[in-house]
Every structure is written in C-alpha cells, then in structure tokens.
Antibody
Framework: QVQLVEAGGGVVQPGRSLRLSCAAS????????MHWVRQAPGKGLEWVAL????????YYADSVKGRFTISRDNSNNTLYLQMNSLRTEDTAVYYC????????????WGQGTLVTVSS | EIVMTQSPATLSVSPGESATLSCRAS??????LAWYQRKPGQAPRLLIY???TRATGIPARFSGSGSGTEFTLTISSLQSEDFAVYYC??????????FGQGTKLEIK
C-alpha cells in the first residue's frame, strides 16, 4: 500500500534552516509529482510546493518562494523540502502528498512532521 | 489566486443523521474540486475528486455535488468515525493550489 512518512521536523530559531524528508513506498515514486502542504496552528491547509516526477518543474507558494527548495531523489524514493531563513509564521505541520498524476488532486498524504520556529 | 470558502466552520450533528458541508470558490473551478477528511494525528484522506467521484474505498454514504463555484459534501447516516475536519481543494487553477479553511464536524 502507498506510504508516505515525513521526518526532520523540530524546533528551530528564526533565520535558521531545516530540511524535511518524505520517504515513499508502495508505488513507483519516480512516476508521480509530489507536493508539500502545511497547516499552521489553528489555520487551514496551505499548499507549499510541487515538484514534477522528473524534478524538471518546480512551483512554490509566494509565501515561501526564494526561501524553500523542493527536491527529490528518485533512486531512494525520497522527497525533500529545504527550508531556509525560517520565520515564526512557518511554524506548522508539514505534509507530503502524492499528486494523482492526471488531474492534480492529492490522492495520498503522509501523517506530517511538526516544525516550530521560535526563539 | 482562487479563494475557497467553506461553511459552516463547525457543524454539530447526531450520529445517524446527515450532514451537508458547503464550499464556494471565488471563481469557477469547473469540476476540479476535491474533498479531504482529516482526523487528529492521522494523514488527511482523499474522499472525493472531480466534485462527485468517490475515491477508492470511500463508503457510499459520502457524496459530492456541484460545479463551477458551488459545491457540497453530504454525509448520510453519520457514524462515529466520520466526526472530523473536512477540507475542500481546488485544482483547476494552479499554482497555487488552494484549500478552504475547513469545516469541523462534531457530535451533537
């Protein structure tokens, strides 16, 4: 079955960096685009970034553009999110999600990893 | 950016009854609308895509309808496991993908 397992969350000071990972299994990872979505405390879901199956195309939310970088390692079935210049407003649970591959909804999600940006 | 607005924010319903959740888009998203269920500590789960198509394994008591800017998720004969937060998501115009703020379905 499809499994997505995020890791790398934690407490970090403003201005510092953190890298999240998402280990995928149960499907051909290299055939699917992948997303990061986050949810801040008390807020709704916010899409963060998208990477195409071959890593050729990447898209970002305006709120993270220039600070976050999405990448993938298809040989190791892993998705990454490099987060630099972190702000307190980046505090959230970060989810990785699989793109359905056709219409671009999210058909599978991980359980999320919590990132807390605080001094 | 397309803004998605869900109503109500909280819905209190008794088990066995039906619940109707609404989602409105600031401009047409055609049929490109999905619904997700999220329970605390669990991964969000896809319920509906294409506005009305149930995802694999989703019980028939979940149904979606609508097109353009107005959408509805109906859950009939509510069971205890259905009490959760529900989000709509438009994937017609991206980036960015956008979500509603969620409707919390609670036990009355």
């Amino acid at each position: 079955q499809v499994q997505l397992v995020e890791a790398g969350g934690g407490v970090v000071q403003p201005g510092r960096s953190l890298r999240l990972s998402c280990a995928a299994s149960g499907f051909t990872f290299s055939s699917y685009a992948m997303h990061w979505v986050r949810q801040a405390p008390g807020k709704g879901l916010e899409w963060v970034a998208l990477i195409s199956y071959d890593a050729y195309n990447k898209y970002y939310a305006d709120s993270v553009k220039g600070r976050f970088t999405i990448s993938r390692d298809n040989s190791n079935n892993t998705l990454y999110l490099q987060m630099n210049s972190l702000r307190t407003e980046d505090t959230a649970v970060y989810y990785c999600a699989r793109d359905d591959g056709w219409l671009h909804y999210f058909d599978y999600w991980g359980q999320g990893t919590l990132v807390t940006v605080s001094s | 950016e397309i803004v998605m607005t869900q109503s109500p924010a909280t819905l209190s319903v008794s088990p066995g009854e039906s619940a109707t959740l609404s989602c409105r888009a600031s401009q047409s998203v055609n049929y490109n609308l999905a619904w997700y269920q999220r329970k605390p500590g669990q991964a969000p789960r896809l319920l509906i895509y294409g506005a009305s198509t149930r995802a694999t394994g989703i019980p028939a008591r979940f149904s979606g309808s609508g097109s353009g800017t107005e959408f509805t998720l109906t859950i009939s004969s509510l069971q205890s496991e259905d009490f959760a937060v529900y989000y709509c998501h438009q994937y017609n115009n991206w980036p960015p993908h956008t979500f509603g703020q969620g409707t919390k379905l609670e036990i009355k």
